[in-house]
Nanobody, 121 residues
Framework: VQLQASGGGLVQAGGSLRLSCAASGRTFGSFVMGWFRQAPGEERGFVAAISRSGRSNDVADSVKGRFTISRDNAKNTVYLQMNSLKPEDTAVYYC???????????????WGQGTQVTVSS
């Protein structure tokens, strides 16, 4: 499995970005997908996850109401729409794939390379 994240960049506070993560190598629709982020000096933390069908998702409290995760199984792609961005959202964002069917839990098996999101105040 290969995961390629894109869409990061520099944005002002209050702005929006949409991250994409394209997967290749396996049947994309069979796997839970997630987004994580890591700010400088901090551990990588959970942002959002979406079920195989896309009908269920889980979002961290810190981004709830601002970030939306979605997926297009026909395009083998998962998205993270980020609105009302804050400086504290600045981090490297990683997409990940989980072989387990469970939506909850941070045990992911494959990781993308990360894309930098910087939010200026």
């Amino acid at each position: 499995v290969q995961l390629q994240a894109s869409g990061g960049g520099l944005v002002q506070a209050g702005g929006s970005l949409r991250l994409s993560c394209a997967a290749s190598g396996r049947t994309f629709g069979s796997f839970v997908m997630g987004w994580f982020r890591q700010a400088p000096g901090e551990e990588r933390g959970f942002v959002a996850a979406i079920s195989r069908s896309g009908r269920s998702n889980d979002v961290a409290d810190s981004v709830k109401g601002r970030f939306t995760i979605s997926r297009d199984n026909a395009k083998n792609t998962v998205y993270l729409q980020m609105n009302s961005l804050k400086p504290e959202d600045t981090a490297v964002y990683y997409c990940a794939l989980k072989l387990s069917i469970l939506l909850q839990g941070d045990e992911y098996d494959y990781w993308g390379q990360g894309t930098q999101v910087t939010v200026s105040s």
